[in-house]
């Protein structure tokens, strides 16, 4: 199965910008749906956008319009870029790569958005 690692997180101010990339190792990186999760202090892990290996995607309705999730698969690479950012998008933001049912989870990456 895949291994994964973030990066790009950092501290931003309200209505800036951060890209946060994803690198996968391991096999058949290209089989996997993919996907960005995030969780706030005191909340519960919630989904920000996934993309299946068909390249369909799906976001979160908070994020709409401001965040766009791609994967690079020559690179076994998974991006999220977010614009507008907001304080409420504050959290760790954690990579996954599912498959079978099975999921694999990155170490998280911290975003804070503050002035």
């Known amino acids: 199965q895949v291994q994964l690692v973030e990066s790009g997180g950092g501290l931003v101010t309200p209505g800036g910008s951060l890209r946060l990339s994803c690198a996968a190792s391991g096999s058949a990186f290209i089989t996997y749906a993919v996907g960005w999760y995030r969780q706030a202090p005191g909340k519960q892990r919630e989904l920000v956008a996934t993309?299946?290996?068909?390249?369909?995607?799906n976001y979160a309705n908070s994020v709409k319009g401001r965040f766009t999730i791609s994967r690079d698969n020559t690179k076994s690479t998974v991006s999220l870029q977010m614009n507008s950012l907001k304080t409420e998008d504050t959290a760790v933001y954690y990579c996954?790569?599912?498959?079978?049912?099975?999921?694999?989870w990155g170490q998280g990456t911290q975003v804070t958005v503050s002035s």
């Open positions: 993309l299946t290996s068909g390249g369909t995607s």
């Open positions: 996954n790569a599912r498959r079978w049912g099975r999921d694999v």
